[in-house]
C-alpha cells in the first residue's frame, strides 16, 4: 500500500467501507448491518461525500439476479443493477417503451447514465425524477426482497421518500411494454438543455383503435408539480373513445393543469408550473400523433 | 475480506490496495499512478474533466470507487494511442480548441470514444454526447469544429 493513500485527501469523501455480496441474503444481512445499497453510485456518494453519511456500502455488482434485464409476453423486468444506458441502447427496449428512453436520455450526461440506474431514479424518489412519469405511464411496478410487488404509485409517497421499509430493498422493476397501436412519450422544460432538473414535465402513453385515430386508452403523468410523480387520470379518461383533436388535446391539457399540484420554488412559481403542464400535454400528444405516423 | 481486485488500466493489470477500495478511483489514478491527465474539476458528476474509459465507455472518475472496478478495463489520456491524442491535439491547435487546458483531458476521452463510433443509440448528435463535459473557458464552439473534424 503506497503512503500516499493514507495521507492525500483531495476530498471530503470518508474511507467507505465496501463489501461485495453475491447472493441477496448476503446483502441484506449487510443492509441490516447498517450498510447502504451501492448500484451506480452517482447519488450515493456524493450524499456520502456532502453528509458523511453513508459509511458502510454493499455493492450489488456480483449479485447476478440484480443484473437481470429481458421481457416476457410484453412485460419488461430490470434489475437494479441496470444502468441507464443499458435501457437506452437496447434498440428493443427503444422500442417497448419510448417514454422511459426519453426520460432516460434526459438524465444527466453521457457518463452519468452509463453509471447510474433506472432503479436508483426510482428510489431517489425525486419529484422531478426523469424516468418517474414514464414508468407511470408503463404500469411500473417495484419487487422489493421481502417479495411483495407494489404499483410504483404506490411506492413513491413524498419527496425523497418511498414505502421501502427500513431493512428492505428493491430489486427490480416490471413494466408494461408498448402494444399493437400503442405509442409513449415524455417531454420535460428545463432551463438549461442538459444537466438539468424538469422544471414540469409529462408522460403519455396513448392506445388507439384499429381505425387509427379513435383513442382506445390513455395514461398521463405528470412530473415536478406535486411531491411525487403523479397519474392525472381524468385528464387522461377526457381523451378516451373519441380521435385525437385541437378541442380535445385543450381540454385534457387544462384538466392536467387543475389537478395537478405544484409548489412555487427557486425554478418556477406554481402558476407557470401550471401552465408549463397545459403547454407540454400538447407538445407530448404532437410528438405522439409523429411517432404514429412512423409505426409499421 | 475481498483478496486481490485486478484493475486493467491503459492495458496494465493493477492490484488495487485494500486502502482503495472504499476510495474514488479518480485519487487511485492521480496520486497512486500518477497519471495526471485525469482532472478533478466539481467531483460530483458535473463536469466531466475527470472522464475516463471503462470497458470502452465514458464514466466519471470521480463517482466511481476503486473497489467496484474487479477485471475492468480503464483507459485515461495516457492509454490513448499517439496517433489519436496528436491528431486531437492539432485540430484543436488549429481551430483554438481550448484555452486554459482544464477541460481538455475529459474532451479527449470523449473524441476518443466518439472516435471509436461511440454513442448511445446509433444516431444521438456528438452535441447531445458532449453535454456532460464543461469548459469554463467556453471553447464549445471551436471544439464542435475539432470534434466534427476528427469524426
Known sequence: MGSSAS???????????????????????HIKGGAKLLAGGTDLLLQARN??????LAWIGNIESMHNFAEQDEQWQVGAGISLG????????????????DAAQLVGSVQIRNQATLLGNICSASPAGDTLPALLVHEAEVETAKSHSLLLDDFLIAPGQTALAPGDILLSVSLRGLRANEISCYYRHTERKALDLAVASVAIRLS?????????????????????AMLAKQA?????????????????????????????????????????????VGDVINQIEKRVQLLP | MNTRLILHINGNE???????????LLDYLRHELSLMSVKEGCGEGDCGA???????????????????????????VEGLSDDH????????????????????????????????GGSETGQNSSDKLLAGNICRCGVYQQLKKVIADLL
Open chain 2, 85 to 116: 491524442r496528436q491528431r486531437f491535439a492539432q485540430l484543436c491547435e488549429q481551430h483554438g480548441g481550448l484555452q486554459c487546458g482544464f477541460c481538455t483531458s475529459g474532451f479527449t476521452m470523449m473524441s476518443a470514444w466518439l472516435a471509436e
Open chain 1, 236 to 280: 387522461a379518461e377526457s381523451l378516451v373513445g373519441q380521435p385525437l383533436t385541437k378541442k380535445s388535446i385543450a381540454n385534457c391539457a387544462t384538466i392536467a393543469a387543475e389537478i395537478c399540484n405544484p409548489i412555487s420554488d427557486f425554478r418556477a412559481s406554481a402558476d407557470y408550473r401550471r401552465l408549463l403542464i397545459r403547454v407540454l
Open chain 1, 86 to 101: 443499458k435501457l437506452i441502447s437496447n434498440a428493443a427496449f427503444r422500442r417497448a417503451a419510448p417514454a422511459i428512453v
Open chain 1, 208 to 228: 388507439f383503435e384499429d381505425d387509427g385515430c379513435t383513442i382506445a386508452a390513455a395514461r398521463i403523468a405528470l412530473g415536478a408539480v406535486g411531491p411525487t
Open chain 2, 50 to 76: 475527470c472522464t475516463v474509459l471503462v470497458d470502452g465507455e465514458p464514466m466519471c472518475s470521480c463517482l466511481l470507487l476503486g473497489g467496484v472496478l474487479a477485471n475492468r478495463s480503464i483507459v485515461t
Open chain 1, 51 to 56: 453528509q458523511g453519511q453513508p459509511q458502510k
Open chain 2, 14 to 24: 493493477h492490484s488495487l490496495p485494500d486502502a482503495w477500495h472504499g476510495r474514488r
Open chain 1, 7 to 29: 495521507t492525500i485527501r483531495p476530498t471530503q469523501l470518508p474511507d467507505l467501507e465496501l463489501f461485495w455480496p453475491t447472493h441477496i441474503d448476503e446483502l441484506i444481512e
